[in-house]
């Protein structure tokens, strides 16, 4: 069974950086790909980057503007999101997604695994 944890959440201030990660478990890694999501209250869960089986970045440019770095490292199961430049805005719940196409982890709908989430917080 395949399980996704997310961490590195957490509370920062306006313009600093903070770095998430998704530890994944349960099937092979390195054929996975891997999604970043975000959700706040009474919105609908949004897109943020995904990182290929093959390591190349998707980004949703509305969301990061050049902000965000998405990675993964086979050798530790995990992928990552660096987030930049962070802003009250990006306040939210962050999500990791696995599937097994790229559609999978940039559509919410899409079938995939889903972490737990993780908060985070920027104050102004």
């Known amino acids: 069974q395949v399980r996704l944890v997310e961490s590195g959440g957490g509370l920062v201030q306006a313009g600093g950086s903070l770095g998430l990660s998704c530890l994944v478990s349960?099937?092979?890694?390195?054929?996975?790909?891997i999604g970043w999501f975000r959700q706040v209250p009474g919105k609908e869960r949004e897109f943020v980057a995904a990182?290929?089986?093959?390591?190349?970045?998707?980004n949703n440019i509305e969301v990061t503007k050049g902000r965000f770095t998405v990675a993964r490292d086979n050798s530790k199961n995990t992928a990552y999101l660096q987030m930049h430049r962070l802003a009250p805005e990006d306040t939210a719940v962050y999500y990791c997604?696995?599937?097994?196409?790229?559609?999978?982890?940039?559509?919410?709908?899409?079938?995939?695994?889903w972490g737990q989430g993780t908060q985070v917080t920027v104050s102004s």
């Open positions: 997604k696995g599937g097994s196409t790229i559609t999978a982890v940039t559509s919410a709908t899409a079938f995939g695994s």
């Open positions: 349960g099937r092979t890694f390195s054929t996975y790909h």
């Open positions: 990182i290929s089986a093959s390591d190349s970045p998707v």
